[in-house]
């Protein structure tokens, strides 16, 4: 998964498993009002230093076009 902030891949992170939105204990914040129906999340763990320099920094504008609302876009599956 690339964690991306405002077009640029920012961090890169190995994903373990998959889990409801919501159910998983968060170590960086507490309660968050969001609607998590229908949402979901990982855990898992950076990504090798190896794979990382790879893709940080690189641009990922193209996947996301104008308007697009959704904070999340499948690429090659």
């Known amino acids: 998964a690339f964690a991306v902030y405002q077009g640029v891949i920012r ?3 190995e994903i373990h498993s998959w889990h409801s939105a919501g159910t998983t204990p968060y170590e960086t914040r507490k309660d ?3 609607n998590l129906d229908g949402r979901v999340e ?3 763990s950076q990504a090798p ?3 990382r320099k790879q893709y940080i920094g690189k641009s ?3 996947y996301f076009k104008k308007g ?3 904070p999340v ?3 090659n599956i």
């Open 68 to 70: 697009h609302q959704s």
């Open 11 to 13: 961090d890169v992170f």
């Open 60 to 62: 990922v504008r193209n």
């Open 32 to 34: 968050f009002l969001v």
């Open 49 to 51: 230093e190896k794979i």
């Open 42 to 44: 990982f855990l898992g």
């Open 73 to 75: 876009v499948y690429v």
